[in-house]
């Protein structure tokens, strides 16, 4: 207690003198720093996020990663300075050796496995022949061998599917455009879009685009203090959009706000309550006869879900902040992005993404990670207001874009728990698109219905009910999110037209012949796929092991304030997804893989873009991104090692007619034997 009361009231002096008395080394010190912060990853992180992250006008007590290593190392030597470490070391050292038990659970259920798919009717031999192969892998390698084995599957089920000659993109002007975030969720309602579009509506045509639609902005709602990012966290916002109420509109602007106020006032004081000490077991005296009843009917009788009715406001970019020739330039390098230069449709809709969900604690995962965890329709919205500009299409047409007069961008938001979008600003459109837009909305509409009926197929629960579950607060998995991603497509649309890529890949509109100088793809693959691996990696160590990487059982959790969730009622932060995010009955839904970057352009390109990119070089290195490539269509996919060699698809293995399971193992086995 002594030794306490006279260190100084600076961290870093706490730790230097912690260590000290701890007998840690020079040497060892940045390693001793690490271990104390990995112990509290959870609060670790938080204090990462307020040192890094967090507005400057946070009201919360300033948290850092230096605060948490300084009490945790103090506390450490503490024990050893008083004697109590000698103590519990008095009973031994615990000497870890081989885990024996848990290899051979491994290998008899990697035999299960493989006998479920070769030999499902097969006898003890074929799973002794099956058992005889595996054996030979040793176990210090069996799980990241498996893992290898597991991602050249997935690998060769995707090229072979994609293993076809691209017909290359339509020379007709199309009806319409639907431009979509990457997210793998939008992936099944293009394919209904399309597929439906050119029955209803004529010639329609989807692209894939990062969530924020190529403008890194952040924006101020009506009735918003401050400005709040809507980027990926890779970049810094360039610019600022603002949220206005419509001139015609604004007392029905004024009387929503009021509403909002006074729900928000009521719900703050609730929460504070309901946060409190000692508070909440008054709040369930007092309001307990409103609350309860209320609680009842929600649970038994939940709300439907229904569309969000767009506001009757605007969603502009700050005039004053940026010159004509900046907001120019941002046009352009959205459209050149894209890949939309020319044929532009009338009717050009951007669709950002959001989850609608109630009692969530995890919703932002459920929300556009391009968009850094937010909706994305006050992007679409800013966005198709300046590409709408006649002072920046004038400044297009000089820069050698130019937009038809009679190609209006309209904004959408695609509600991915219900599969529901609502069209915003339609009050401005031309006259002469209203029956073009009643046509997108009911097919919209068709469209939502089928991918629902597809997601319904994977989610447990009554299929009639698969669109109302983001309003159901007792529901636990309001959807699967990005569970099962596994791909990220870069390349043109006519690539994957037609193809069931089944909701597993982000796809990324790209189109090598419209980028000379390779800018393009540098700009995909050093910001929207590194977002993509992000997301695939949170979903990879959530499933692999839910209790450390992932946030363990939803059920369990409490919240922390509005900081955080613990399991029960202590304990660090948890990180990472829930295992209902993950995980169903047990069983895994997410097939933990490593993301696959699938990329139609030149491979020297390519290269050349890994090695300026340190970022890259790393993730490649390692295998957490996985490359295959085509330089041009007619070509078979090549894949990518991770020295930076090149290795052609081979064509799929036909075993020799009337070669029995167990003979065509043990040839494998013979084969793999002569080859080592």
Not at 524 to 551: K, R
């Amino acid at each position: 207690r002594a030794w306490i009361a006279d260190l100084d009231d600076d961290a870093a002096s706490v730790i230097d003198q912690s260590f000290t008395l701890a007998g840690v080394a020079d040497d060892n010190r940045i390693d001793e720093i690490r271990g104390h912060l990995c112990r509290l990853a959870g609060w670790s992180g938080l204090a990462k996020w307020r040192t890094e992250w967090a507005h400057p006008d946070e009201s919360r007590p300033p948290l850092s990663p230096i605060d948490i290593v300084a009490v945790r190392s103090l506390l450490e030597a503490s024990v050893i300075g008083s004697g109590l470490a000698t103590e519990m070391a008095d009973s031994g050292p615990m000497i870890l050796g081989p885990d024996t038990q848990h290899d051979e659970a491994l290998l008899e259920a990697r035999i299960t496995a493989v006998a479920a798919v070769l030999a499902p009717a097969g006898n003890q031999a074929d799973r002794a022949a099956i058992g005889a192969v595996l054996a030979e892998v040793p176990a210090t390698s069996r799980s990241s061998m498996w893992l290898d084995a597991q991602e050249r599957a997935v690998d060769a089920r995707l090229l072979s599917t994609l293993d076809r000659l691209d017909p290359g993109k339509a020379t007709d002007r199309p009806d319409a455009l639907l431009v979509f975030c990457i997210d793998v969720r939008s992936e099944g309602l293009r394919s209904h879009i399309e597929s439906l579009g050119n029955e209803s509506l004529g010639s329609i045509e989807t692209l894939g685009f990062a969530g924020f639609f190529g403008v890194p902005m952040h924006i101020r709602k009506l009735g918003w203090e401050h400005h709040e990012a809507r980027c990926p966290v890779l970049v810094s916002p360039a610019i600022g959009a603002t949220e206005q109420a419509r001139t015609s509109r604004i007392e029905n602007v004024a009387g929503t706000l009021r509403r909002q106020r006074t729900v928000a006032g009521l719900l703050a004081a609730h929460k504070g309550a309901k946060y409190g000490p000692g508070s909440p077991f008054a709040l369930a005296e007092t309001a307990g006869w409103i609350l309860g009843p209320n609680a009842a009917r929600r649970t038994f009788l939940p709300p439907p879900s229904t569309p969000e009715p767009a506001p009757a406001t605007r969603m502009i970019l700050d005039d004053d902040e940026v010159l004509l020739e900046q907001r120019t330039f941002f046009a352009e390098s959205v459209l050149n992005t894209m890949g939309l230069t020319d044929r532009f449709a009338p009717l050009v809709m951007l669709c950002g993404h959001t989850s609608r969900t109630t009692n969530n604690a995890h919703a932002t995962a459920l929300e556009c990670g391009a968009c850094a965890g937010a909706s994305g329709d006050d992007n679409a919205r800013a966005v198709a207001t300046l590409l709408n500009s006649p002072d920046v299409r004038h400044g297009l047409a000089e820069r050698g874009i130019t937009i038809p007069d009679d190609t209006w961008f309209l904004a959408g938001l695609h509600d991915t728990a219900s599969d529901r979008v609502t069209v915003f600003d339609a009050a401005d459109l031309p006259s002469g698109h209203h029956p073009i837009l009643t046509s997108l909305e009911a097919l919209l509409e068709a469209a939502g219905h089928h991918q629902a009926a597809a997601r319904a197929q994977h989610l447990p629960g009554p299929a009639t009910r698969v669109r109302e579950r983001g309003a159901d607060w007792a529901q636990v998995r309001p959807e699967w999110g990005l569970a099962r991603n596994s791909a990220f497509i870069i390349g043109p649309r006519s690539m994957t037209a037609g193809i069931d890529l089944e909701g597993r890949a982000f796809l990324h509109s790209y189109d090598a012949e419209n980028d000379p100088t390779g800018r393009v793809l540098e700009t995909i693959m050093t910001a929207p796929l590194i977002v993509g691996h992000w997301i695939s990696a949170q979903y990879y160590f959530s499933t692999v092991d839910p209790d450390v990487f992932g946030a363990g059982n939803k059920l369990l959790h409490n919240p922390v304030g509005t900081t955080g969730v613990i399991s029960g009622d202590r304990g660090d932060l948890r990180v990472g997804l829930p295992l209902q995010s993950t995980h169903v009955d047990g069983e895994r839904f997410h097939q933990p893989v490593r993301l696959l970057a699938v990329i139609q352009a030149d491979l020297v390109r390519i290269e050349t873009i890994i090695a300026n990119n340190p970022i890259l070089r790393t993730l490649t290195g390692g295998s957490w991104i996985r490359i295959a490539a085509r330089s041009h269509p007619d070509e078979r996919w090549s894949t990518r090692t991770p020295s930076g060699t090149w290795i052609e698809m081979p064509r799929a293995f036909d075993p020799e007619p009337g070669l029995t399971t167990t003979g065509l193992i043990t040839t494998g086995l013979t084969l793999n034997k002569e080859h080592t």
